[in-house]
């Protein structure tokens, strides 16, 4: 079975800062990656997904992400963050299950911005 | 297009009464989840269904956790004689639908269930 850490439970950054989310996952084959973030009250938005092909993966609001196998990690960047990007944030890895994908989370990292 | 939706957003509900989450998928998509945020946690899988059918409801954490979809699009999630232990974020979510596994999961915004 897939599972995902996410070791930081909650990060602070300044307004304008770069952001780096570390996310480790295990699995078996090649894993289906994804970033979510939530905000307060909201249902989960995708910001970027691997599944395949360049490790570099390049999502919304200016998020990147790498996959490296070697260390499996997919860690989530940002060069310069914006207040709106205050929100949780949620690794996932989705695993082919008999011809549908079962996704497992990690527990999330609350991203606190100050001015 | 319209997302994901999913009512109601809020739900209270008194220790032991019954209660029905329903979930309006993204129109035309075959796969349909279900998963339970808890306060503090990830969302945890409850429950697939393909179109009309259930294949697979191991993440369902008790026989009085029942879903259904039986047209294959709306859903129900209901729980019977809730506990206090079932108070979270019962999140819904659509795809297309397709054996190859590359597919995108879409969230409607949860109905936060309160059991007192």
């Known amino acids: 079975a897939q599972s995902v850490t996410q070791p930081d439970i909650h990060i602070t950054v300044s307004e304008g800062a770069s952001l780096e989310l570390r996310c480790n996952y295990s699995y078996g084959a090649t894993p289906y990656l994804f970033w979510y973030v939530q905000s307060p009250g909201q249902g989960l938005q995708l910001l970027l997904k691997?599944?395949?092909?360049?490790?570099l993966v390049q999502g919304i609001k200016g998020f990147e992400a790498e996959f490296k196998r070697s260390q499996s990690s997919f860690n989530l960047r940002k060069p310069s963050v914006h207040w709106s990007d205050a929100a949780e944030y949620f690794c996932?890895?989705?695993?082919?299950?008999?011809?549908?994908?079962?996704?497992?989370f990690g527990i999330g990292t609350k991203l606190q911005v100050i001015p | 297009g319209a997302g994901v939706s999913q009512s109601p957003r809020y739900k209270v509900a008194k220790r032991g009464q019954d209660v029905a989450l329903r979930c309006d998928p993204i129109s035309g998509h075959v796969s349909l989840f279900w998963y339970q945020q808890a306060l503090g946690q990830g969302p945890e899988f409850l429950t697939y269904?393909?179109?009309?059918?259930?294949?697979?409801k191991s993440g369902l954490p008790s026989d009085r956790f029942f879903a259904e979809r039986p047209e294959g699009s709306v859903s129900t999630l209901k729980i019977q004689r809730t506990q206090q232990e079932d108070s979270a974020v019962y999140l819904c979510a659509s795809s297309l639908g397709g054996t190859s596994g590359e597919e995108t999961q879409y969230f409607g915004p949860g109905t936060r269930l309160l059991v007192l």
């Open positions: 269904f393909q179109n009309e059918a259930q294949l697979d």
């Open positions: 691997y599944f395949s092909g360049d490790t």
């Open positions: 996932a890895v989705g695993a082919n299950s008999g011809g549908y994908q079962k996704v497992t």
